[in-house]
């Protein structure tokens, strides 16, 4: 995920700064966090990685790494549904929490990576 986020926005960049960003994921972000899915990397695992640069010290790379993984969450590409599994999806989050009103839902839905309008979602 992080690779790709480089790449749609390696374009905007200088080569040098290009090669900073990807070197930093490299040495400070991949060897903890890069074999992971995005969605199972909390918040603790973020700032047990920015901890660990503190500690070099190097708290100005730990800024930037935090602004970088930042990006990637950002930017991470909605997962695209089709009809039939979104409203499998909603079955199941209704099974478990049957009093979600389209705001929850929508909540739920975009929690997942599902990022859905709300009149798509009903009441």
């Given at each position: ?77 909605a997962i695209r549904i ?42």
């Amino acid at each position: 995920m992080a690779r790709d986020w480089h790449k749609m926005s390696a374009p905007q960049w200088t080569e040098t700064h290009c090669y900073d960003v990807l070197h930093s994921l490299e040495r400070d972000v991949f060897p903890t966090l890069g074999n992971r899915e995005i969605g199972d990397i909390s918040a603790t695992d973020v700032l047990d990685v920015l901890r660990a640069i503190e500690d070099r010290p190097a708290i100005e790379t730990a800024k930037r790494v935090r602004q970088r993984i930042s990006a990637v969450y950002y930017d991470k590409p909605a997962i695209r549904i089709n009809d039939t599994a979104l409203v499998e999806t909603m079955a199941a989050i209704s099974e478990s929490f049957e009093a979600y009103g389209y705001r929850r839902m929508q909540a739920a839905l975009r929690h997942r990576g599902l990022i859905v309008n709300h009149k798509k979602i009903g009441d």
